[in-house]
């Protein structure tokens, strides 16, 4: 393999390797994590930047820097015993530079453009857009994302072929329990309906999840499952990755409140789930993999931070939570991808801090990670957490309020990102019903629910109503 590990090289690989992940499978479990979503294990044999794992060079073979396949197997075997599906993360789009494909093209038209670079113009809208030219839409669906990553050109039925074989291989094989498309729309959306709606039938319990970076919930809605197109387009993913609301929701705590502004922005982006075939699958996320981590973007306070795990826990859909969120892990005052993807505390040597064992961690961090570890059994063990219908109320004062309403109990989560405060009671009584008592379920206090309610400054309350 061309490059080694170096932990001095801000890209560069660390040496991380599945069996550190395997040995860590406890952990996840005690924390409250069902899934396991890692980015690209698969072969990247690159000069630089493989660490990443997003230019393949071998769709066929789990990285052997990392333990190769049998470690991959292992990996998951040992997961599905703890009760810990493992998503893997496709690129039906691109590959490597190094792919043997590249010098050997198994057709002349197997990788778009000819096989040389042509700069993407990341214009996603174009794919639905009614009114977009065909030079607009080429430059989208065919062109490269960088130089390192050849387009493939997926309407050779051949690749198309190999590319939904190989994802059912990988599905069967390894006994994985989802998906994660990366870079969705950029391949041709013939064949990502092709491909998704292969595996579909092939196993329709499983699940699939898209990436489609853009704000606008139009374009997200396009391509999830059951949504029904203008153009008549149609595909078999479930679930796609909610970027309108986590860019709601970090502009919602980092700003004032007002007419437009707070929690309005989070009230608003919800509100447009009318938009979706099912809300309720979207994957929720307050940061990933190629984004400043929460804790950076609220400015490091542990308070904000909170609210915001609090609500991605607690709403509809499903929520995915970045590693080493709950020990504050920090990127300030860098936003390059090699320190959003910093070392997880304990994983190496020469570490000050074990996020498994908890030595060397601060106050704050030993906090917030029992903090998440409550809000992950909390969801764990109320249905109304996972599967309730949502109500909510348009934000007043700092305070956003909503209920999540099941067969077998109301949930009530009160955010409130100002001052501390008496909350009115009297506007939400189609939730309360009547009802006399709650159980503050991260404190275990009971409360009383009389004409008002008090809420600390920038704190949450999750109420099961009694």
Do not use: C
Not at 211 to 229: F, L, M, S, V
Request: net charge negative; aromatic share 10%.
């Amino acid at each position: 393999m061309i490059e080694k590990a170096d932990r001095q090289a801000r890209d560069g690989r660390r040496g991380g390797d599945l069996q550190g992940i395997t040995e860590r499978l406890d952990y996840l479990q005690r924390m409250g994590f069902t899934q396991l979503w890692l980015t690209p294990a698969r072969e990247n044999n690159m000069a630089t930047g493989s660490y990443h794992g997003y230019a393949m060079t071998n769709l066929y073979a789990i990285d052997p820097r990392m333990g190769g396949n049998e470690a991959y197997f292992d990996m998951v075997a040992q997961a599905a015993e703890r009760g810990i599906g493992v998503i893997m993360d496709m690129v039906p789009n691109h590959i490597g530079a190094n792919h043997p494909w590249v010098v050997d093209k198994p057709s002349r038209d197997w990788i778009n453009n000819g096989g040389e670079f042509m700069a993407n113009n990341h214009r996603r809208q174009t794919v639905m857009d009614p009114h977009s030219s065909v030079y607009d839409r080429t430059r989208f669906n065919d062109a490269w994302f960088v130089p390192a990553m050849p387009d493939l050109n997926q309407r050779v039925d051949e690749l198309s072929t190999y590319l939904i074989q190989h994802s059912i291989w990988w599905i069967e094989q390894a006994g994985l329990s989802g998906i994660r498309v990366d870079t969705n729309s950029y391949s041709d959306k013939a064949f990502m309906a092709r491909w998704s709606q292969a595996i579909m039938a092939e196993y329709p319990n499983f699940s699939i999840v898209g990436e489609e970076w853009t704000t606008n919930p139009g374009i997200i809605a396009y391509w999830q499952r059951g949504k029904h197109n203008q153009d008549g387009f149609s595909t078999g993913i479930n679930s796609m990755m909610d970027f309108p609301l986590q860019a709601a929701l970090v502009k919602a705590l980092n700003e004032e409140p007002g007419w437009h502004t707070g929690w309005v922005r989070v009230y608003q982006s919800l509100g447009n789930d009318f938009m979706y075939a099912n809300a309720d699958d979207l994957l929720v996320f307050a940061d990933n993999h190629d984004m400043s981590r929460i804790y950076t973007q609220l400015g490091q306070s542990v308070n904000k931070t909170k609210l915001a795990m609090t609500l991605m826990l607690t709403i509809r859909g499903i929520p995915q939570v970045y590693y080493g969120t709950e020990v504050l892990l920090d990127n300030t005052p860098s936003d390059a991808h090699g320190d959003i993807r910093i070392e997880f505390p304990g994983g190496f040597s020469g570490h000050q801090g074990d996020a498994i064992t908890g030595q060397g961690l601060s106050a704050e961090q030993t906090q917030m990670q029992g903090y998440l570890r409550t809000l992950l059994q909390l969801r764990k063990q109320h249905s109304a957490l996972r599967q309730g219908r949502m109500v909510h109320f348009a934000p007043k004062d700092n305070v956003y309020l909503y209920a999540r309403i099941d067969n077998e109990q109301r949930i009530v989560v009160i955010l409130n990102k100002g001052n501390k405060q008496h909350l009115e009671l009297a506007p939400y009584a189609e939730i309360l019903q009547g009802a006399k008592q709650a159980k503050n379920l991260l404190s275990g206090e009971m409360l009383r629910l009389n004409q008002s309610l008090a809420i600390g400054a920038e704190q949450a309350m999750i109420l099961a109503l009694q």
